[in-house]
């Protein structure tokens, strides 16, 4: 039965998988009678053309927004609260009192401040696969426009 379960998952995203590179690339169809040759070196040249032209390169990595290091935002803001409560508690008369005080509302501006970090990466993050995305259809439109104009089927 287990094997039965790692067989039936290994096929579902082995089909995911061809999915998404079928997605990628699309199917060309020499429509003149073009030789496996011919329709490589035609490939090849629309590859450059479209390149070029869209100012895009479908061969390399697409492009992330950089992480910031946002670890321990609460854990700091605590640690400064403390540190200025318990300041401002001696002078008061209680360190131990003003320590706790500060070490919470520290934190709390530390968990907002580390929220705030974070929703400004995830914009970033949207606005360059956006970017990348019409960088790509670009290049893609360019690509078949190509193919076709050299008497290929493009799907």
Same mark, same amino acid.
């Given at each position: 039965?287990?094997?039965?379960?790692?067989?039936?998952?290994?096929?579902?995203?082995?089909?995911?998988?061809?999915?998404?590179?079928?997605?990628?690339?699309?199917?060309?169809?020499?429509?003149k009678g073009q030789s496996n040759?011919?329709?490589? *070196?035609?490939?090849? *040249?629309?590859?450059?053309?479209?390149?070029?032209?869209?100012?895009?390169?479908?061969?390399?990595?697409?492009?992330?927004?950089?992480?910031?290091?946002?670890?321990?935002?609460?854990?700091?803001?605590?640690?400064?609260?403390?540190?200025?409560?318990?300041?401002?508690?001696?002078?008061?008369?209680?360190?131990?009192?003003?320590?706790?005080?500060?070490?919470?509302?520290?934190?709390?501006?530390?968990?907002?401040?580390?929220?705030?970090?974070?929703?400004? *990466?995830?914009?970033?993050?949207?606005?360059?696969? *956006?970017?990348?995305?019409?960088?790509?259809?670009?290049?893609?439109?360019?690509?078949?426009?190509?193919?076709?104009?050299?008497?290929?089927?493009?799907?």
């Amino acid at each position: 039965m287990k094997n039965a379960k790692r067989i039936s998952i290994a096929l579902f995203s082995l089909i995911i998988y061809a999915g998404f590179a079928m997605a990628q690339n699309p199917v060309i169809y020499p429509a003149k009678g073009q030789s496996n040759e011919k329709m490589e *070196q035609d490939k090849f *040249q629309c590859y450059g053309w479209a390149k070029e032209s869209s100012g895009h390169d479908p061969m390399q990595a697409a492009p992330s927004s950089q992480q910031s290091n946002e670890s321990g935002g609460v854990v700091r803001g605590g640690a400064k609260g403390a540190a200025g409560g318990a300041i401002i508690g001696a002078i008061a008369g209680d360190a131990g009192k003003g320590a706790a005080i500060g070490a919470a509302s520290g934190a709390a501006v530390g968990g907002v401040r580390q929220r705030r970090r974070r929703n400004q *990466q995830n914009q970033a993050n949207q606005q360059v696969q *956006q970017q990348h995305s019409a960088a790509r259809s670009g290049y893609d439109r360019a690509y078949a426009a190509c193919l076709e104009g050299r008497g290929y089927t493009v799907k």
